[in-house]
């Protein structure tokens, strides 16, 4: 079947410091890859996706390369802000069908000032 | 802001009772997906409707249903309550099957007791 395993958190960090979140996937089929941001009270939000292996999406600062080799989509970011604390969510969808997602159980990040 | 509204923001019901969740869509959007996130879990895919039909179903008994209107709002309904019914619902609009971005609103917090 299709899974997402992500990295155990809480994650707590210091500002300026670097986050590396791990994602790793089982996919039956080709999957596009998303990560997915939730704020407090919100819902949630695009971060970035990839759709084809060695692809890199990023935005905000943010990263993830699409690495089909290892099956991963480890997100990362060179300096974390307070304003990134929030769960995230990493995700796949298989192409074709009702292109559902399917979501990892999420890493909450802290970032202390 | 997504542009995706769902009512109530909190709802508690009792064990055996029915309950109905409503969203609204971006307007334009012929596509909505609902989620069941449990505390502490990634969010579930329940089912997806496109064009008012269902789209898609995910591991959920029948006693979850759905409708979507014309007007781009939709409804989950839940019978026959149980106590892991308990969750965060989370619905997504999104246009052309959804195969374009998902817009997530913040959810409805379910508590059966």
């Known amino acids: 079947g299709n899974s997402v395993t992500q990295m155990e958190g809480p994650v707590t960090l210091s500002e300026e410091a670097f986050l590396t979140i791990n994602c790793t996937y089982t996919a039956t089929g080709y999957p596009s890859l998303f990560w997915y941001v939730q704020y407090p009270g919100e819902g949630l939000q695009l971060l970035l996706k990839?759709?084809?292996?060695?692809d890199k999406g990023s935005n905000k600062g943010f990263e993830a390369t699409y690495r089909k080799e290892t099956t991963s989509f480890h997100l990362e970011k060179g300096s974390v802000q307070v304003s990134d604390s929030a769960v995230y969510f990493c995700a796949l969808r298989i192409q074709g069908g009702s292109e559902k997602l399917v979501f990892g159980k999420g890493t909450k990040l802290t970032v202390n000032p | 802001e997504t542009g995706v509204t769902q009512s109530p923001t909190h709802l508690i019901k009792t064990r055996g009772q029915q309950v109905t969740l409503r969203c609204s869509s971006q307007?334009?959007?012929?596509?909505v997906s609902w989620y069941q996130q449990a505390l502490g879990q990634g969010p579930q895919f329940i089912f997806q409707?496109?064009?008012?039909?269902?789209?898609g179903r995910g591991n959920f008994p029948p006693r979850f249903s759905g409708l979507q209107f014309p007007n781009y709002s939709s409804e989950l309904n839940v019978n026959a309550l149980e106590l892991d019914d308990s969750a965060l619902y989370l619905c997504?609009?999104?246009?052309?099957?959804?195969?374009?971005?998902?817009?997530f609103g913040s959810g409805t917090q379910l508590s059966v007791l």
């Open positions: 307007s334009g959007h012929n596509t």
């Open positions: 990839a759709t084809k292996a060695d």
């Open positions: 997504a609009s999104s246009s052309d099957g959804g195969r374009e971005k998902l817009f």
């Open positions: 409707y496109y064009r008012e039909e269902e789209n």
